[in-house]
C-alpha cells in the first residue's frame, strides 16, 4: 500500500529551483524559509490568541447582567489569561520550525501546561462563585437587618483577587517553574511592579481605608471628588456611582479618599435653607410669617423639629428673607421644589414684592451737566469756575 504525504510549506519552499537566483539569494534561502515559517507561526498564533480572547470576552458580555460594569471585572482578567496560555500552548510550533524537538517538549511539558489550564479554569470559576455568593449575602443581610453590605462587597472583589494571584502562581509551577525561583522572581517582579504601579497600590490602600472606616455605604448619595451620585460599587481599586442622570463613574480610590467627601443620606433627616428677597417696601413681619405658614403647610415638612424665617441680609435693591425646615432626607429634593413653588405663589396672593434690579437714568437740560456751585475743588490744588445752566 502507497503512503500519501502532504509536502509541508517548508517542503515546497525549499524545492524551488535556485540554479538561476543570485548566489547570495539561493545561499540564505533555507534560512530564509526557516525563519520566514517561524514568523508567520508566531502571527498565526497570536491572531488564534486573540480570537480566542474576543470569544471570552463576547461570552462574558453577554453574560454580565444589564447595568453592570464590564471593564476590569474577572472575565476581563479570564480573556487576557487564556490568551497568554493559548500561546504558550502553541509555542511548540515555532519551536519545531526553528529547529528544536518540539515533540520532546510537548511529553514534558504537556502534562503540566494541562494542569495548568485546569487549574486556572477552576481558580476562575469559583473566584466567581465565591464572589457572587457573598455579595448576595450582603444584599440580603442589607434588605432584611439592613446590615452593612459595604464591607461585604469589598472583601468579595478581594478575595477574587486574590483567589486569582494564587492560581497564577500554582500554573506556573506547573509549567516546570522551580518554586525558590518563582518566588524569587515574584518577589523582584512585585518590587518592579510596586514601584512602576505606586497610583493603583495607593488606590488599592485606600480602598482599604474605605472598606475599614465606611464614611458611605453602597447605596448612599455622596460628593466625591467634585461629582454627585449613587454609591453602586467598592473594589480595591475603584469606587463606581450612578448619577442622577443614570451615568456611571468610575473613580480610583486614592482620589476618593484624598478629596474632600460629603455624605448626602447618612444622616436620616436634613435641614433645609431657603432664600427669598422682598422689596424694602414690603412688610417683613408680614413676608415672614407667609413662609413659616407655607413651610408648616407642607405635610413631609418636620413641624416637631421647628420651623424659623428670618432677615438675612439687607442687599442693594432687596432685603433676603431665610426660611429654615427639617425634612426626611429622601424628601429633601422633592420638598424644595414644592416650597420655592409654594412661597412664590403665596408672595403673590398676599402682595409681597419679589424685586428685581432697576437702573434709572438721569438726564439734565443742556448739553452739559452742571457740577454743584458748593462744590470747593481747592483741596486739589486749584478752583475753577464751571456755568451753570442758568448762566448758559
Not at 187 to 216: C, E, H, N, Y
Not at 326 to 337: E, G, M, Y
Not at 385 to 392: A, G, K, V
Request: aromatic content about 10%.
Amino acid at each position: 500500500m502507497t503512503e500519501f504525504s502532504v509536502p509541508t510549506p517548508a517542503m515546497l519552499l525549499l524545492s524551488l529551483d535556485t540554479a538561476n537566483w543570485p548566489r547570495w539569494l539561493a545561499a540564505i534561502w533555507p534560512d530564509l524559509v526557516k525563519w520566514g515559517l517561524v514568523l508567520a507561526s508566531v502571527a498565526l498564533i497570536w491572531v488564534v490568541s486573540s480570537i480566542l480572547k474576543s470569544v471570552i470576552l463576547f461570552v462574558g458580555k453577554r453574560l454580565t447582567p444589564k447595568g453592570q460594569e464590564f471593564t476590569s471585572t474577572s472575565w476581563d482578567l479570564a480573556a487576557s489569561t487564556a490568551r497568554v496560555f493559548a500561546f504558550i500552548l502553541m509555542m511548540p510550533l515555532p519551536l519545531g520550525l526553528a529547529g528544536y524537538d518540539w515533540r520532546s517538549l510537548i511529553n514534558e511539558r504537556g502534562p503540566g501546561a494541562i494542569g495548568a489550564v485546569m487549574i486556572l479554569i477552576i481558580a476562575f470559576v469559583v473566584a466567581n462563585a465565591v464572589s457572587r455568593s457573598l455579595r448576595r449575602f450582603g444584599e440580603r443581610a442589607h434588605a432584611h437587618s439592613g446590615a452593612d453590605d459595604t464591607l461585604i462587597a469589598f472583601s468579595a472583589s478581594l478575595i477574587k483577587y486574590i483567589i486569582f494571584a494564587i492560581a497564577i502562581v500554582f500554573a506556573l509551577s506547573q509549567l516546570g517553574f522551580p518554586a525558590a525561583s518563582l518566588a524569587a522572581v515574584l518577589g523582584a517582579a512585585g518590587l518592579a511592579i510596586g514601584l512602576a504601579l505606586q497610583d493603583t497600590l495607593k488606590s488599592v490602600a485606600a480602598g482599604v481605608m474605605l472598606a475599614i472606616f465606611r464614611p458611605f455605604r453602597i447605596g448612599d448619595f455622596v460628593t466625591l471628588a467634585g461629582l454627585d451620585g449613587t454609591v453602586t460599587d467598592i473594589t480595591p481599586f475603584t469606587t463606581s456611582m450612578r448619577q442622577i442622570d443614570n451615568k456611571i463613574v468610575s473613580i480610583t480610590n486614592d482620589k476618593v479618599w484624598g478629596s474632600p467627601l460629603i455624605n448626602h443620606t447618612r444622616e436620616p433627616r436634613r435641614r433645609l435653607d431657603l432664600f427669598f428677597t422682598v422689596s424694602y417696601d414690603d412688610d417683613l413681619d408680614k413676608a415672614l410669617d407667609v413662609m413659616i405658614t407655607t413651610a408648616d403647610a407642607h405635610p413631609a415638612v418636620l413641624k416637631h423639629l421647628g420651623t424659623w424665617a428670618g432677615v438675612h441680609n439687607l442687599a442693594d435693591w432687596s432685603i433676603e428673607l431665610r426660611l429654615r425646615c427639617w425634612v426626611a432626607t429622601p424628601d429633601f429634593v422633592q420638598v424644595k421644589a414644592d416650597l420655592i413653588k409654594a412661597i412664590k405663589q403665596a408672595f403673590d396672593r398676599e402682595g409681597v414684592t419679589i424685586p428685581y434690579p432697576v437702573q434709572v437714568a438721569y438726564t439734565y437740560p443742556g448739553k452739559e451737566k452742571a457740577p454743584p456751585k458748593d462744590v470747593d475743588f481747592s483741596r486739589h490744588g486749584t478752583t475753577r469756575e464751571y456755568p451753570t445752566s442758568d448762566d448758559e
